[in-house]
């Protein structure tokens, strides 16, 4: 059983920056992506971005430009680095551990227990 471990939330006021880690262990098997969703009060799940093992990287559309994702040398750690940050950037973030290319992640994927953050003035 994968163990997902999340941190770098809080709360920033808009126009800061965050920077957000997830590390996989306590697994034998490869994985072909990580990545970072993220779910606000009353909305659906949604990709952040992601990265696979090969270092192609998949961002969603709210945060291109501003988040950028790199992973270790290891690759069971990631990095989120969120910049100019938005009040609409406020939500749980979580990691997610994409096994399969051919299984989607949200569905087959595990995760981690989520990390809030807030934009607020």
């Known amino acids: 059983q994968v163990k997902i471990a999340e941190s770098g939330g809080g709360s920033v006021q808009p126009g800061e920056s965050l920077t957000l880690s997830c590390s996989a262990s306590d697994t034998i098997f490869s994985f072909h992506a990580m990545g970072w969703y993220r779910q606000a009060p009353g909305k659906q799940r949604e990709l952040v971005a992601s990265?696979?093992?090969?270092?192609?990287?998949n961002y969603g559309d709210a945060v291109k430009g501003r988040f950028t994702i790199a992973r270790d040398n290891t690759g069971n750690t990631i990095y989120l680095q969120m910049n100019r940050l938005k009040p609409e950037d406020t939500a749980v973030y979580y990691c997610?551990?994409?096994?399969?290319?051919?299984?989607?992640?949200?569905?087959?994927?595990?995760w981690g227990q989520g990390t809030q953050v807030t934009v607020s003035s």
């Open positions: 997610n551990v994409d096994w399969d290319s051919d299984y989607d992640p949200v569905e087959f994927g595990s």
């Open positions: 990265i696979t093992s090969s270092n192609t990287t």
